[in-house]
């Protein structure tokens, strides 16, 4: 026993030493989940507004990348649209809230965005940073995708469309919703302990041996 605590010790002492981050060894999880579309509800202040949700399951527990990708949504005046990402976590961000024309087709928000979405023009085709703003129909709570990082990914992530005003009927055909996320690190002590058992029973096996 005291040869089991001098190894555990000694093992604490070397990983302090040397400064080591230890990690579980796995690799960063991708995937894309895709929620299936639908017709926006018209005038969310007096009907709600329309929720298309993307079950998120089996990824490591820490968010390190998110992005969208619209493939059609069509509205007779995009103007009316607020849309939002809201995470299981409670994180929400406005993707956009002043858009213009009529249709977006294959528009993806990310943060490797170089305009932002509410400065751009229709049909919004390529890759756009989200508004980030707060916005009219909710209140948000970061401002870009990487409010995101951090945080459990897993479990039911929401892309939320309001439209502020009555008389038009919008219609999604899909969107995907790509997460990066990655394994929480060991702790270092931890990582000692484990380190220190593995080496103290090897040894004892070498000597029976």
């Known amino acids: 026993m005291k040869q089991l605590v001098m190894y555990l010790f ?15 060894a796995a690799t960063v999880n991708n995937a894309t989940f895709t929620t299936v579309g639908g017709s926006i509800q018209d005038n969310s202040f007096d009907n709600g507004p329309s929720d298309f949700l993307f079950n998120v399951s089996g990824l490591a527990p ?20 607020e849309l939002f990402l809201i995470a ?10 002043t858009l213009i024309g009529e249709e977006m087709t294959q528009t993806v928000l990310s943060d490797a965005g170089q ?35 951090g945080f459990n990914p897993n479990g039911t ?19 995907s919703l790509e997460i990066s ?22 040894k004892k096996l070498a000597n029976k041996s």
């Open 62 to 81: 820490i968010t390190n990348e998110v992005n969208l990708t619209l493939e059609n949504l069509t509205h007779p005046d995009l103007f009316e649209l």
């Open 157 to 175: 992530w929401r892309l939320r469309i309001y439209d502020t005003l009555s008389g038009n009927v919008g219609t999604l055909s899909s969107a």
């Open 115 to 149: 305009l932002n979405i509410d400065l751009a023009t229709p049909p919004y085709t390529g890759i756009f940073a989200p508004s980030g703003e707060s916005g009219f129909a909710q209140p948000s709570n970061i401002s870009s995708f990487s409010g995101f990082n």
């Open 10 to 24: 000694s093992s604490v002492v070397v990983a302090s030493t040397l400064n080591v981050n230890f990690v579980h």
């Open 181 to 202: 996320a990655v394994p929480e690190p060991l702790t270092l002590l931890g990582a000692a302990v484990a380190t220190g058992f593995g080496a103290f029973f090897k």
């Open 88 to 97: 299981p976590t409670g994180q929400v961000l406005t993707l956009a809230q």
